[in-house]
């Protein structure tokens, strides 16, 4: 494999137009002026500020990028403290790799999030362990990055203010679409980054260089994927739901699969599985939260399997709550299709919300069913409360938890539809007292 490290003295230098990039990033006109205010900072200090990473990326790319890197090399917590002397703000949280997440105070009185890192050197003392970080110069700062396609910086102060600095043949890599690490033993480093390049080959249409294979057998070789830990490899594949597009999600859990990558971190899933589970995702996308997303998502990638459970850090105690509700449907599923509409809501609001989403992957009678539940009928509610029907003369309160199940009943049924036929139902049943004893 070629050492792309020594072109690191002859680098490339571009002007840009720094109107023009930011004027493409469309910052909020608040962020702009925090910007410039960092900007006359780092001047003064004599401390270059640069951008890096996916925003310069996405910039060639033509891309709209959600979040920036704002790089300083130099004392970070000293310059935050003196810029806080002029604009409104506070640290929110400071990472152990030197990077600090500040909110902005705006003259509207607006708050905005901004991620500032010191540029800085890493030191990886056993492989796929967190490495430990050292404030250093910005040529360090893009050695330890992980593609060279994230490997370009965008000047916003002397001694490189307006430049674009390509120290590692990332334009070209860029424009040509390849996603190349940065050495061989860049995954053993951090096994982390194959996933980060499976994201962008997708997400770009990007190739993969040699040397990102050569990598890879080398972390291969080296055992490497098995020491990350199950927290990691979890963050990593939320990151596949959190970042991508779902209409990406299969094409990425089937080349990480193709590339040997589930196997190697210890995971044995079926690869047959996964346009299943991308295809229920995408029926239940509108209908769900992100958290309830990400659990259906892990749940139905390892399903029953209390390894895969163990190995991405799962709770045991939820495995063992998935499986007995999947002992309570597997022995009534094949009922389902002969029940009433009330019995079967009854029945599916029985088991609990995930594992009842989870499980309708595997049981083909089921999905139909808890499709229908999600969409339509479990949004039925009857429009009256129990606190109306105290009102009516109804004070204990199982008789008022009966009443409003027959009435949703009955909505269910198509038998009422609005709140006056509610109270009318409401009034016939009062007279007839064996209802309600
Ligand atoms: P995205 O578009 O997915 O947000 P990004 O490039 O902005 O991509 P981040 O995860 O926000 O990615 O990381 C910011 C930058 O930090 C990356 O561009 C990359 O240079 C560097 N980076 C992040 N994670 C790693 C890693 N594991 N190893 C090396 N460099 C990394």
Request: glycine fraction near 6%.
């Amino acid at each position: 494999m070629t050492n792309i490290i020594p072109e690191l003295n002859n680098f490339q230098i571009e002007k840009i137009d720094l109107e023009e990039f930011l004027e493409f990033l469309n910052l909020d006109s608040e962020v702009k002026a925090f910007l410039q205010k960092a900007c006359e900072l780092a001047k003064k200090r004599k401390e270059f500020l640069y951008f890096a990473g996916g925003v310069v990326r996405d910039y060639f790319l033509r891309k709209n990028t959600k979040d920036f890197d704002l790089v300083l090399e130099g004392n970070l917590e000293d310059f935050l403290k003196e810029l806080f002397k002029e604009v409104r703000g506070e640290i929110l949280f400071k990472s152990q790799f030197l990077t600090y997440k500040v909110n902005i105070e705006g003259n509207s009185g607006k708050t905005f999030i901004i991620d500032l890192v010191t540029a800085r050197r890493e030191l990886y003392e056993a492989p796929a362990t967190l490495p430990k970080v050292f404030p250093s110069s910005f040529k360090e700062d893009i050695l330890r990055r992980d593609f060279t396609i994230n490997t370009l910086i965008l000047g916003l102060t002397p001694p490189y203010e307006g430049k674009l600095l390509d120290l590692l043949g990332g334009k070209r890599d860029l424009e040509k679409g390849i996603i190349r690490p940065l050495h061989l033993f860049s995954f053993v480093e951090d096994p982390t980054r194959i996933f980060r390049g499976i994201r962008y080959k997708v997400r770009f249409n990007f190739e993969w260089s040699e040397e990102f294979y050569q990598a890879l057998n080398k972390a291969f070789e080296i055992s490497s994927l098995e020491k990350l830990t199950g927290s990691r490899i979890y963050q990593e594949l939320k990151l596949y739901l959190l970042k991508e597009s779902l209409e990406n999600l299969k094409d990425l859990l089937e080349l990480t699969y193709d590339l040997g990558v589930f196997e190697k971190v210890g995971l044995k899933l079926k690869r047959e599985r996964f346009l299943n589970l991308v295809k229920w995702l995408e029926v239940l996308e509108k209908e769900l939260t992100f958290q309830e997303k990400e659990k259906v998502f892990f749940w139905g990638l390892i399903w029953n399997s209390s390894e895969g459970a163990l190995r991405l850090g799962l709770s045991i105690k939820e495995l063992n709550k998935f499986k007995a509700s999947e002992e309570f449907i597997k022995s009534r599923v094949s009922f389902l299709s002969k029940m009433g509409l009330s019995e079967k809501v009854e029945f599916l609001e029985k088991v609990p919300f995930l594992p009842l989403l989870v499980l309708s992957l595997f049981y083909e009678d089921l999905k139909e069913e808890v499709l229908n539940w999600i969409k339509v009928y479990r949004k039925i509610k009857p429009k009256l409360t129990g606190e109306e029907l105290k009102k009516m003369g109804i004070s204990e309160s199982p008789k008022i938890g009966k009443i409003l199940k027959f009435l949703r009943d009955k909505h269910l049924e198509g038998k009422i539809r609005s709140e006056e036929e509610e109270k009318q139902l409401v009034e016939q049943l009062l007279e007839e007292e064996s209802f309600l004893n």
